[in-house]
């Protein structure tokens, strides 16, 4: 079935640095990578996602590039604030058909310091 | 749009009873929602796959007859821990697909067995 690996498990930068997170996934009929953001005791939220049709997508200060060949996916967050601060979830879909469901990389918690 | 609701928030129960969880979505409608746990500083762990007025999907390991899922509705999906111990004392979080792939969170039940 699908595995997800993502690093760093740890990620710690000035603000107004950039942060990158990276992902793996070893199913290659996975075709859905979204990125989730969780705050403490909070609910995950969906903050981007990308589909295989596309390498990069862009939403303001964050990207997610996509390499089908290599089969990994990343995160980019530019000029980082310390209410990015949070644990980073990504994720893919899998298996192929069925419902969909996914699968989540370990998560990576980044700390921006003012 | 997109939002999920459950309900309690928070739960404390003693050993033997069994609880109940009710997940909502409050302004469409799923037809498969998901069920996943969540322990202290770690990932999300898919626990089973509910899907409106069919069985539930069960990931490897998880006891269905513990763990009862109930998908009476487009809106609504309840899981059921039953016969609770401490062991499964948690953060327990649904989710409901909207479209083909896009999953939006539950603000999450914090479980404690005593």
């Known amino acids: 079935g699908e595995n997800v690996e993502q690093h760093p498990s740890t990620l710690s930068v000035q603000e107004g640095d950039s942060a990158v997170i990276k992902c793996t996934y070893s199913?290659?009929?996975?075709?859905?990578f979204p990125w989730y953001k969780q705050e403490l005791g909070k609910r995950p939220q969906l903050i981007i996602d990308?589909?295989?049709?596309?390498g990069e997508k862009k939403d303001q200060r964050i990207a997610v590039t996509l390499n089908k060949t290599a089969k990994h996916f990343s995160l980019h967050i530019t000029e980082t604030q310390p209410e990015d601060s949070a644990v980073y979830f990504c994720?893919?879909?899998?298996?192929?058909?069925?419902?969909?469901?996914?699968?989540f990389g370990a998560g990576t918690r980044l700390a921006v310091h003012p | 749009g997109a939002v999920v609701s459950q309900h309690p928030s928070r739960v404390i129960c003693k050993s033997g009873t069994s609880v109940k969880i009710e997940c909502r979505s409050l302004?469409?409608?799923?037809?498969?929602m998901f069920w996943y746990r969540q322990f202290p500083k770690q990932s999300l762990m898919l626990m089973a796959t509910?899907?409106?007025?069919?069985?539930?999907?069960?990931e490897q390991g998880v006891e269905k007859d513990k763990f009862l899922i109930n998908h009476a509705s487009l809106t609504l999906s309840t899981l059921t821990v039953t016969s609770a111990h401490p062991e499964d004392s948690s953060f327990y979080i649904c989710?409901?697909?909207?479209?083909?792939?896009?999953?939006?969170f539950g603000p999450g039940t914090r479980l404690t067995v005593l």
């Open positions: 509910s899907n409106e007025g069919s069985k539930a999907t069960y």
């Open positions: 302004d469409f409608q799923a037809t498969t």
């Open positions: 994720a893919a879909n899998g298996p192929a058909g069925g419902y969909n469901k996914l699968i």
């Open positions: 989710s409901a697909r909207l479209g083909d792939n896009e999953q939006f």
């Open positions: 990308i589909r295989s049709n596309v």
């Open positions: 199913d290659s009929a996975s075709n859905y």
